[in-house]
Structures are given as structure tokens and as C-alpha cells.
């Protein structure tokens, strides 16, 4: 028979105070309710957050478990300031704002929630600071490491599908390689550890190494982007929105989740008494969430290379991030629900900082089921140290009194005691406010100091060179195999990789800035060049903005329709950059002859180019021309 004000916890089978959930390991004494879940699970209250459901898409408690309800309300306030500065600097079209918002947003308020919750007292500084050097320095690494060779993979012929190795390279194992180097830092800093392990300790170590590499490895992608001015008129506002999209709210939180989860994991340790207790379920459920985990980041490079829309590319973003948030509160909460807890000491009272209950200090609250160590190490000193003091037996019907919680269980009555500090959303508005205008303010200058002005033409002396270009005769010519068309194409030893298939001729460029030119042939069924141009474009390219048309086209010396058109393209691993696309069609005998580039966008000027004014922007069409009219169709007489 239990003694008085305590009962026998069916599961456990331990005697603990008589309140709504077991002291000892979480679950509900009361009657199992429908939502409840299995007693291992107990997913009608989320163990940092009983108020919550553990189904229930609450991103405070997911990412800052370890926040009292005041404080969730502080940093949700503060995750909104976030998401309206990006909002702010995406609209004015300000990339450098953009840039600092979206790569140091995040992790800015990650610091303020290790200031709220403890951990630069709780843990050690030097582990902190390794873990946060390490993110940078792998992040900064990695970026530079891969950004070219992912640069060069965006001049994809025109009409091709997506060739296996790029999926293989830049969908896959890029990312793979990103999550892998974004958990080295929790892997050193957890074989270096020494003392204490918990959980959440764990959390924090591995989301602060993911959020600084990510921080890091964006900001070293995006750095070209501080050259295009301190205001960029010529991007496309929807093109803008998915960045910030991607960059600032996708990528941040999909690293947190994964490096959090990892960290959680790792740090995690069952006590002696439940070491075979539901040890299938619980196994077999972390590694089902670590599964997963690893997926979503896979299919983060999948959704870059698949010529997705870009507005469907950050849905797709965000339903993997939305994902990935859920398997870290699950996993969260399974941590907390099933490892090594405190002793419990039924007869002392302690303030739950949760529900502000008076309760026995207990592993679990015995009123509202949350983990005493969802909160800091020291804020348990603190309570500990300084106990809630009976003022009253009972206390009056009806009477209110400002400081005073009611008792719970075996401690009724009345009882003061002291509540924790809060930090304001004042101080957490002014910290962030601050810190990001000061960088952004930087990063804006240093911006307008590297922007360079349009090139200005003054002829003389810049009025062109003559064309200098060996004969295209001598070139190897093109036959197709059908025999409807033939073309001159870049001899062997040029400084070309040439490629040939029955319809055309793709000749990617190995020198200088790249690029992929292609020659080839299309059936017109009915339909004229300018239809034909802008198919193909929107076919490889859905979300290009035509510069310009160019004027008075002709493929091999038949009139036609040719555009220019631009593309900067998105993804959580791609690198910014600013592609340039030409396309030139002609239509004969319901054939169509087309002539296309893609490469790095580069302005031509005095120094650059031909030396004449060009609005082609692009390295590979100082050669392209004298391909474009060597086509002739069947029939045409020899030339």
C-alpha cells in the first residue's frame, strides 16, 4: 500500500506522488485518453512543452526547447522580426541586407537562446567555441570546395534531360557531403566531452555546428552577389523571394533540425533501469527519424537539379524543412521521455517554471508532465537552492493573491516563490536589430565599393577590332544523319569538348568562363521560329527573363528570330551566379536550324569582348557567330 499522497505508477511500478503523470517517467496516471498514444510515446503532451501536443507544429518548442511559455512567446516575436527583416530587404531589393539576414539571422537567435537557457553557464565556453570554428571553417571550406564545379553543371544543353551524373554529383552527393561535414562538429566536440551528459546539451552542440557551416557556406555562395550593386533593378522580385525563401528560412531551419537531432542522439543516455524497457520501439524509432533525416537532406540537391519552377522548388524546400522539424520534436521528446533523469525527492517542493505549479521535485512535473530537464542546469540549482515556502495550509476560496502558487499534490496549500528571469522581447528585438544593421550596414558598403558602373564606350579609341577568327571553312562540317542539314562545328584541339548526336553537334567550352554551345535541328510542325525559341527556353530553363530579342536574326543566312535571356539559378547548394542564354532559330522547309549558348552572365566593355558595344553578356558567343550562319539545309546550294 502506497503512503499517503502517493500512488503506484502502473508502468514503472514505482510509488510517486498522486498527480496527473507519473513523477518517475512521464506517462499519465490518469485514465488513457484517445490521443494518447502508446505510454512509451505519450503524445498528447510534448515533454518541453505539456501544453503542446507532440503532433502539434509549434516551431518555438521544436527549436528552443528549453524556454519557459513567456520566453517561446519572446523568441516567436523574435522569429517573426527575422522573417519581416527578410521580407524588408528582399522587397527594396537589397541583396547585401538579404544576404546578412539570411545567413546570420537564425544563428544570431540561436546565441540569444543560449543566453536565455543557460548554456554559456552550463556548458563548457571552449566546447562552444570549437563547436562554432569548426562550422565555420567547414562551411567556408566546403563552399569554395564544390561552388565552381556546381556553378559550371547550370550551362545544361537546351532540350536535354538531367543527365545521371549531375544528379548523381550535385543532387546527391553534394548534399550528402554537406550534411556529413555539418556533424563533424558535434562528432569532435562529443569525443572531447567530459563530465555530464544530457540530451538537450546535446541538441545545442549539434544545431550550433549546423547553423554556423550553414551560415558560413551561404554566405561564401552568395558572396558575388555583393558585386551587383548595392541595389539590384535587374533580378527578378519572384526570383528574390525564393532565395530569401530558401536561403533564409529552408536551409537555417532544415540544419538545425538535422544537426540538433544528430547531437540529440549522440549526447543521449538511457538510465540503468530502463535499459531494456521498450528498447525496441524507442531504437527503432530514432533510427527510423535518422533515416529520414538523411533523406530530406538528399533530396534537397534532388529539388535543385530537377528544372523545377522556383516557386514549386520552395514549396518543395519548405515541405522537406516542415519534415525534418517534426522528426526533431519527436525525437526530442522521445530523448527527454527515456533518459537518464535526476533522483526524485517526493518530500521537497520545487517551482515548475512550465505550468507554475508548487510540486514534488520530481524527474517529471507531476501536474502538467513536463521534463525538469527541459530546462537549464542551473536554473534547477536556483530552484533547488532557494524552495518554495508554505504560507498557508489552505488558502481562501476565491483569493488571489500576486506571487503566490498553489501547491500540488502531497504540497498543498499556499506557497511563494521566486520566478525565473526572462529576457524581454525588448532586449531580444534591440540585440538582433542591432547586430543585423550593423553587418547589414557593412556589408551594403562593402557592396557599393566593389560594385563596378556599366562600361561606357568611347569610340574612338573603343570602336571594335576587325574579326580575327580563322575561316569557318576549314572546320569539320556536320552532316545529320537523316541528311536535312549540315553545320561547321569547333575542329579537334579547340578549346572544346565536342560531343555529336543524328540531330546536332554540342561542343562545351573548357576554357575561360564555360559554357555549353549547341547546333542542331528540331521538325517545325507548323510552328515558327519565335514559337520554337521561346519553348525551348521555358522547357530547360521555367524561369529565365528574356533581356532582350535579338534583332535582324539569321541562321545560316535565312531570317529568323533570336532572344537573350537571363537566369539565376536557386537551390540550398547552388552558388549565386547570373546565366546567359542565347537561342537563334530559323524555320525551312518545316525544319528548324537552331544555334544556342548558355554560360556565366559577363558584361562585355572596353576590356572585355570584342572591344565593341555587345549586349550578348557572354564568353562563348564571341564565338558562336561564325557557326551560326555555316547551317544549310537540303538543297541549299554549296557555299
Not at 612 to 628: F, I
Request: charged share 15%; net charge neutral.
Amino acid at each position: 500500500m502506497s503512503a499517503p499522497g502517493m500512488t503506484e505508477c502502473p508502468i514503472c511500478q514505482t510509488d510517486v506522488p498522486a498527480g496527473e503523470y507519473c513523477g518517475q517517467c512521464g506517462v499519465p496516471l490518469a485514465e488513457h485518453r484517445s490521443g494518447d498514444g502508446p505510454h512509451w510515446l505519450r503524445a498528447r503532451a510534448f515533454s518541453a512543452a505539456p501544453g503542446q501536443r507532440l503532433l502539434s507544429p509549434a516551431l518555438t518548442s521544436s527549436l528552443f526547447p528549453r524556454l519557459n511559455p513567456r520566453a517561446r512567446k519572446v523568441f516567436l516575436m523574435g522569429l517573426g522580426l527575422l522573417a519581416a527583416a527578410l521580407v524588408a530587404a528582399t522587397l527594396l531589393r537589397m541583396p547585401a541586407a538579404l544576404i546578412t539576414v539570411a545567413s546570420l539571422g537564425l544563428p544570431l537567435l540561436f546565441v540569444l537562446y543560449l543566453r536565455e537557457s543557460d548554456a554559456f553557464r552550463d556548458l563548457p565556453r571552449r566546447e562552444l567555441a570549437l563547436t562554432a570554428a569548426l562550422g565555420v571553417v567547414l562551411g567556408v571550406g566546403w563552399a569554395l570546395l564544390t561552388g565552381a564545379a556546381v556553378a559550371r553543371s547550370y550551362g545544361v544543353p537546351l532540350g536535354a534531360g538531367i543527365a545521371a551524373e549531375r544528379i548523381l554529383r550535385d543532387g546527391i552527393a553534394v548534399p550528402l557531403g554537406s550534411m556529413l561535414l555539418m556533424l563533424v562538429p558535434a562528432l569532435v566536440t562529443r569525443w572531447s566531452w567530459r563530465g555530464e551528459r544530457e540530451a538537450l546539451d546535446g541538441y545545442v552542440i549539434g544545431a550550433l555546428g549546423a547553423l554556423t557551416f550553414t551560415a558560413a557556406a551561404n554566405l561564401a555562395r552568395l558572396a558575388p552577389q555583393f558585386t551587383t550593386g548595392m541595389i539590384n533593378r535587374v533580378r527578378p522580385l519572384d526570383g528574390l523571394l525564393v532565395e530569401a525563401g530558401v536561403r533564409g528560412v529552408a536551409m537555417p531551419l532544415t540544419a538545425a533540425a538535422v544537426g540538433g537531432l544528430i547531437g540529440t542522439a549522440l549526447w543521449f543516455t538511457r538510465p540503468p533501469t530502463k535499459v531494456h524497457q521498450h528498447r525496441v520501439f524507442v531504437r527503432a524509432i530514432l533510427v527510423v527519424i535518422a533515416v529520414v533525416v538523411v533523406a530530406i537532406y538528399a533530396l534537397l540537391g534532388v529539388v535543385d537539379v530537377a528544372r523545377l519552377p522556383q516557386l514549386v522548388q520552395l514549396a518543395l524546400h519548405l515541405t522537406l524543412t516542415g519534415i525534418a522539424l517534426f522528426a526533431l520534436r519527436v525525437g526530442l521528446h522521445l530523448a527527454l521521455l527515456h533518459e537518464v533523469q535526476d533522483d526524485m525527492h517526493a518530500d521537497e517542493p520545487i517551482l515548475c517554471v512550465e505550468c507554475n505549479h508548487v510540486v514534488p521535485d520530481a524527474p517529471f512535473c507531476a501536474m502538467c508532465g513536463a521534463a525538469m530537464r527541459a530546462c537549464s542546469r542551473r536554473s534547477l540549482r536556483d530552484r533547488r537552492a532557494e524552495r518554495p515556502v508554505r504560507l498557508a495550509d489552505d488558502a481562501r476560496a476565491g483569493e488571489v493573491t500576486v506571487g503566490l502558487l498553489p501547491g500540488y499534490s502531497i504540497h498543498s496549500g499556499t506557497f511563494e516563490a521566486n520566478r525565473p528571469p526572462t529576457t524581454s522581447f525588448r532586449t531580444v528585438a534591440l540585440a538582433l536589430g542591432v547586430t543585423i544593421a550593423v553587418l547589414a550596414v557593412g556589408l551594403v558598403g562593402v557592396s557599393g565599393l566593389l560594385s563596378e558602373p556599366p562600361p561606357r564606350y568611347v569610340c574612338p579609341p573603343d570602336c571594335g577590332d576587325p574579326p580575327m577568327n580563322r575561316a569557318v571553312e576549314i572546320n569539320p562540317r556536320f552532316t545529320a544523319a537523316d541528311g536535312v542539314f549540315s553545320v561547321s562545328y569547333p575542329a579537334a584541339g579547340a578549346a572544346y569538348e565536342v560531343t555529336t548526336t543524328d540531330d546536332g553537334v554540342t561542343a562545351v567550352l573548357q576554357a575561360g568562363d564555360g559554357g555549353t554551345m549547341q547546333l542542331f535541328s528540331r521538325p517545325a510542325q507548323g510552328r515558327s521560329a519565335e514559337e520554337i525559341a521561346v519553348e525551348l527556353v521555358n522547357e530547360t530553363f521555367p524561369d529565365t527573363k528574356t533581356a532582350y530579342e535579338i534583332p535582324n536574326t539569321m541562321v545560316g543566312y535565312q531570317p529568323g528570330y533570336g532572344l537573350a535571356a537571363d537566369l539565376w539559378p536557386q537551390g540550398a547548394m547552388s552558388s549565386s551566379s547570373r546565366m546567359r542564354i542565347i537561342v537563334m532559330v530559323a524555320v525551312k522547309n518545316d525544319v528548324a536550324l537552331i544555334a544556342g549558348a548558355v554560360g556565366p552572365y559577363r558584361a562585355f566593355g572596353p576590356d572585355f569582348g570584342s572591344g565593341k558595344p555587345s549586349a550578348a553578356s557572354l564568353q562563348l558567343a564571341l564565338d558562336m557567330g561564325k557557326y551560326v550562319n555555316s547551317f544549310s539545309w537540303r538543297g541549299d546550294p554549296p557555299r
